[in-house]
Structures are given as structure tokens and as C-alpha cells.
């Protein structure tokens, strides 16, 4: 076989597997396989101490949150930032900014509630708004004000606006998710969100097993 046609399989080959690779261990391929794997329960039929799955709606319990780009009231937001990078005669997307915001809210399954604590949570969140900025199109104010925030400027050395993409998700009261993570019980204080027998279900999550959460 020709030496050239050997060089270009082994290239195709190479990418696809990069690719593969890349997908394989994204956000969203992650947490759906965590959650694909898991088996789903009622909340109020998980056991004290169980690592468990489980599915409701999304209830605020405190003041929503507003989501940075799309001025959304929601319980959690997740935004993410690329900048896109030419290197030689290709180029590809480079994450600048990641950010994860979640507020004080609970998860809904009829009559019983779970709530998420700790920090220790990786989500995969529809990114459901995206905006664009580049060479002819100025970015907005709104973008422009988050980029600052975090450091970042729309614009090179040159003046010349850089080509960003921006992508926002969030959670909003009345949504369904799933989420997977440690579990236990807990009796609620007076007037503390609960189900209707002072019951409150706990879900949280460690380094080597955060809690998984996703509205997809």
C-alpha cells in the first residue's frame, strides 16, 4: 500500500480518536453516564446512607439567583466562555471562563423534597442561550460587562473584537432534574422546607463521588 495512503489512515484514525477521547471525557458525557448507569428512585424510598438517584422539580427555597447573561431568575446557572484560537492553517475553541452558581433550592417529588448540600457537585446544564461576538459584531453590554468581571476583554491589542462564543443554562423553579449522590436523612426544623411528615432527604457528594445533576 502507498506510504501516502498509510500516513493518511493512521491520520484519520488519530482524530477520530481524539475526538472519541474528547467526548468520552466531557462535562456532559460524564455526568449523563453517571446517571445513565444509576438506577432511579422514589425519594421518599431511598435508604439512610444509600448512593441513589433521584428526580423532581426544581423549588426555591431562598432568593433566586440571576443568571449573568440572559437575565434569567433561577435556582443554578452555568455559563462558559470560549475564544477561538488559530494555530497554523487550523484553529479551535479555547475555554476562558467557566463559571457555576448554585442558589438555596430544593428538589421536588410529590409529597417528599431532597435538597443538594455541599459544594462537591459536576451538572450538565442545557445550554440553552448562546450568544456570539466577533470581528463585525460588537458584543453586547451585558457581555462585555461579564467579561470584565472576570478579567477578560472582547477586544486584541490591535482594537480588533476577538471571536467568543458565550453559552448559559440554568435551572428555573418548576424544572425537572435528576440528581445522584450520597444520601441520609434528616429530621427538619420548624419551618424548615420539608415533605410532609418533617422529613428532609440530603444529597451530598465527595471528590471521588460528587453529586451528579442534570436537566437533560
Not at 131 to 151: A, C, D, R, T
Not at 163 to 189: D, M
Not at 204 to 209: L, V
Request: aromatic share 10%.
Amino acid at each position: 500500500m502507498d506510504k501516502g495512503i498509510i500516513f493518511a489512515l493512521v491520520g484519520v484514525v488519530v482524530v477520530y480518536i481524539v475526538v472519541f477521547v474528547s467526548y468520552f471525557f466531557s462535562r456532559k458525557a460524564v455526568v449523563k453516564r453517571h446517571l445513565k448507569r444509576a438506577l432511579l428512585k422514589r425519594i421518599e424510598s431511598v435508604n439512610d446512607g444509600e448512593i441513589a438517584k433521584i428526580s423532581g422539580k426544581i423549588e426555591l427555597t431562598g432568593e433566586p439567583l440571576t443568571a449573568p447573561l440572559s437575565g434569567r431568575k433561577c435556582a443554578y446557572f452555568y455559563v462558559r466562555v470560549e475564544q477561538q484560537v488559530s494555530s497554523g492553517k487550523s484553529s479551535h475553541w479555547e475555554k476562558i471562563i467557566e463559571e457555576e452558581v448554585s442558589g438555596s433550592f430544593g428538589i421536588r417529588d410529590g409529597r417528599s423534597c431532597a435538597r443538594i448540600i455541599g459544594k462537591q457537585i459536576k451538572s450538565y446544564i442545557v445550554e440553552d442561550r448562546k450568544y456570539k461576538s466577533g470581528i463585525f459584531n460588537e458584543p453586547s453590554e451585558v457581555l462585555e460587562n461579564y467579561l470584565n468581571k472576570h478579567g477578560r476583554k472582547s477586544e486584541n491589542f490591535l482594537g480588533f473584537n476577538k471571536s467568543l462564543r458565550f453559552r448559559e443554562g440554568v435551572l428555573e423553579e418548576g424544572e425537572v432534574v435528576q440528581a445522584l449522590g450520597i444520601c441520609c436523612w434528616k429530621h427538619a426544623e420548624s419551618g424548615e422546607w420539608s415533605d410532609d411528615f418533617g422529613k428532609l432527604l440530603l444529597i451530598d457528594g465527595t471528590e471521588k463521588m460528587p453529586v451528579f445533576l442534570s436537566d437533560e
